[in-house]
């Protein structure tokens, strides 16, 4: 079984954001990019299941600019076989990126797909639903524990009010929470080996999907700021503030 | 044209969160219908009734609805889309798990977790954990919007909207329902709390939680933690509050050995009152604190819910 993972390249998690002067976005130039951490996840769940004999290849995809190479390369020296990425300008929205993934699964015919639940740029957290809706497939979201067996896969999902289980039949797409699993870092040998590993590149028109955004950002602002508050030296006083002052409690 | 909002539900009452996700479409369009599926739903559908601003709701009953699997429930969506300018559901796991699938097979973009509706085609939306704020606008004919209920306030009143019933659509056959682990809590629920007590990884073990158990009970609080503490296993997942687990907005929110990466402030700073509480006086999270104590909440913890017994 061919396992297909998503990887999108992001801001670094531990990175401030900064947002433009003149409100048309957020800051990327000279910002340390990584891997969405969700699709870290979702990478080292792909490797396990080859591990354990359950997927046979797994398949590396990107899209959006030439660097997401990299991003790539990354899942490529964690494990990933080989890569593909469609490269584009373009600002890519979950729907493009939706149909983008299902041109490629309609050519690999992986058994599995997984992504990460959410980008932690745009917070959308809609791609790998909206993939398993264009194919027609079953979806598994937030996963917490996933296991395959006979043509479908029992999935644990982190919901509101604690977990809960579902049995979903294959193909099917999987979303990753955090709990799944911890990521293994990259060796340096495992480094060096990737850079041998083939990345296919394409374009969304060889696909024929058009990834024109259906959203249109008309600003972009920096968040309302909390005033600074104060330091309380005790508990009588913290409790005092509470009561009187706040009037909370 | 109407908005229609799909009503997550327990098969008594729908989430209190429908209420916001009630008050967010009327600031869409000039009616509001209320979708509630399930398997003997009537009760729910009544509780949709009452909420105001709701002209109609529509029941549609059928086993496969039974424990809201997106892929049988979001074919009854599409089916009625059709007829509305909206598709709106709140942002929790139900709505992130369904409206994005309705959202691609109506060829629609989501908006997801909006916090204001600025016009009928056009939203505010967190992006990166919070700390910018996109404006966005939507072209699609049909508009799925998700939308993060601590930011539209309920209405309060009595509605008495008219209950019809709709046909269901059966069951895609793709998935089914294995049982749940829900937490069992006495406490009020996270995301409506007027209070919140949340603990981090300065608690140290799950056993020590118990001290904000005590201390979250006399202020008849909801208990919250932060990543760190539900990746060590000190309490269940659905605790977490963050960019990725749960949005809270209490008018008192405590934090206790929580750091404050801003993962986590994501999920708290539009709280009304925060109180921190940290051995460590650098912590990021008295950048957002009105009141911050500076201590070991071992000693600290007893010492604040002995004040508080103390009224």
């Known amino acids: ?249 | 044209m109407a908005v229609l909002v799909v009503a997550a539900h327990d098969g008594k009452t729908v989430r209190a969160n429908v209420a916001n996700a009630v008050a967010a479409a009327v600031q869409m369009g000039p009616e509001v219908h209320v979708l509630v599926a399930g398997s003997n739903a009537g009760e729910a559908a009544k509780s949709a009734a009452a909420i105001p601003g709701v002209a109609k709701v529509l029941q549609a009953e059928d086993a496969a609805y039974a424990n809201w699997l997106a892929e049988d429930i979001a074919p009854l969506v599409v089916k009625l889309a059709p007829n509305y300018s909206h598709v709106v559901m709140a942002a929790d796991s139900v709505g992130k798990n369904i409206a994005p699938r309705v959202a691609a097979l109506l060829d629609v973009a989501q908006v997801s977790e909006a916090i204001r509706v600025v016009s009928p085609d056009t939203f505010v939306r967190p992006i990166y954990a919070g700390n910018a704020m996109a404006t966005v606008q939507s072209a699609d004919k049909i508009k799925v919007v998700t939308v993060r209920p601590t930011n539209f306030k309920a209405a309060t009143g009595d509605g008495s909207a008219a209950i019809e019933q709709i046909a269901g659509t059966g069951s895609a056959g793709l998935s089914s329902f294995a049982g749940a682990e829900l937490s069992k809590s006495e406490r009020p629920e996270l995301t409506s709390a007027k209070i919140v007590v949340s603990g981090g990884r300065g608690l140290q073990s799950g056993e020590n939680f118990k001290m904000l158990e005590t201390l979250a009970d006399k202020l008849g609080a909801g208990l919250g933690a932060s990543r760190a503490a539900v990746d060590a296993g000190y309490v269940p997942n659905d605790y977490q509050v963050g960019q990725t687990g749960k949005v809270v907005a209490p008018d008192l929110y405590i934090a206790i050995g929580i750091s404050g990466a801003i993962q986590h402030l994501a999920g708290m700073k539009d709280s009304k009152t925060i109180v921190a509480i940290n051995k460590d006086e650098e912590a990021p999270i008295f950048q957002v604190a009105d009141y911050g104590l500076v201590g070991d909440l071992f000693q600290i913890i007893p010492e604040l819910t002995a004040a508080i017994e103390k009224k």
Request: hydrophobic residues 45%; glycine residues 6%; charged residues 30%.
């Open chain 1, 1 to 249: 079984m061919k396992v297909l993972v998503a990887v999108k390249r992001v801001i670094d998690y531990n990175v401030k954001i900064r947002v433009k002067a003149d409100n048309t976005g957020v800051e990327t130039a000279n910002v340390k990019m990584s891997m969405n951490p969700f699709d870290e996840i979702a990478v080292e769940e792909a490797i396990r299941m080859k591990e354990k004999g359950a997927a046979t290849e797994i398949i590396a995809f990107s899209a959006g600019p030439a660097q997401c190479q990299e991003t790539i390369r990354t899942a490529l020296a964690m494990g990933a076989d080989r890569g593909i990425l469609v490269q584009t300008d373009v600002e890519l929205q979950p729907l493009a990126v939706a149909k983008l993934l299902k041109a490629v699964v309609d050519k690999e015919q992986p058994g599995l797909v997984i992504v990460g639940k959410q980008a932690i740029d745009d917070d959308c957290n809609a791609t790998g639903q909206m993939l398993a809706a264009l194919l027609g497939w079953s979806i598994g979201t937030f996963a917490n524990k996933l296991n395959v067996a006979d043509g479908s896969v029992e999935v644990k999902r982190e919901v509101d009010g604690g977990l809960e289980n579902i049995k979903i039949k294959m193909p099917a797409v999987i979303t990753t929470d955090l709990r799944l699993n911890e990521p293994r870092y990259a060796s340096l040998p495992n480094i060096m080996k990737a850079k041998k590993k083939p990345i296919e590149t394409l374009a969304p028109d060889a696909l024929g999907v058009d990834v024109a955004p259906r959203l249109k950002t008309l600003k972009v602002e920096e968040p309302p700021k909390r005033k600074s508050g104060i330091k309380v030296k005790t508990v009588a006083e913290l409790v005092e503030k509470l009561r009187n002052e706040a009037g909370v409690i």
